[in-house]
């Protein structure tokens, strides 16, 4: 069994959507000074690195990240590659993203989808789509249709994975948003499962 890490990594240098608010940490305590243990506390938006988005995040009576049915971030997962910059229309789809459970893009950051993209993949029973992009939808479309068409069909958004290192193929993927109750996204520690290589 072979895991694979496909999180960002967050620091003081990660960067965020424009207009978002960076990570920054500040230590609490430090061990055998004023208490016998460590404490930090942080801030940062939580669309920072690899995250879930919720549907919150785009309609106002949607689902926050709580409510977020967590088998859909749990399972068999593929990892395809998108080629080309921009956006991606729904002719330009892979035909093997299409009748797939949970689909992972990996494009180098570089491709987002179209709105009929987006409902291609719907009309196909996805039930989650994952991007090395920081966003589904490229940055001058400022009312998020994509985001619109999954998360408004009930499919879960994983942003700004770290596939550079996975190869096209299956995998079992497990990444998980943490309960927030309020909010539209969180963090999560993507990984994915495979088999050891030969």
Known sequence: MKIYDVSRRISEETPVWPGDIAFSWRELETPGSAAPWGSTCFSMSAHCGTHADAPSHVFADGRTIAEAPLSAY???A?????????EVGADALPKKALGVARVLFRSGGRASLSPLAALRLVEHGTVLVGTDAASIDPEDAPDLPAH?????NGVALLEDLDLEAVGEGTYQLVALPLRFDDLDASPVRAILIGEDPA
């Open 74 to 76: 749990i399972g068999p």
């Open 78 to 86: 593929r990892v395809i590659e998108l080629p080309g910059l921009g």
């Open 148 to 152: 619109r068409a999954l998360l408004g």
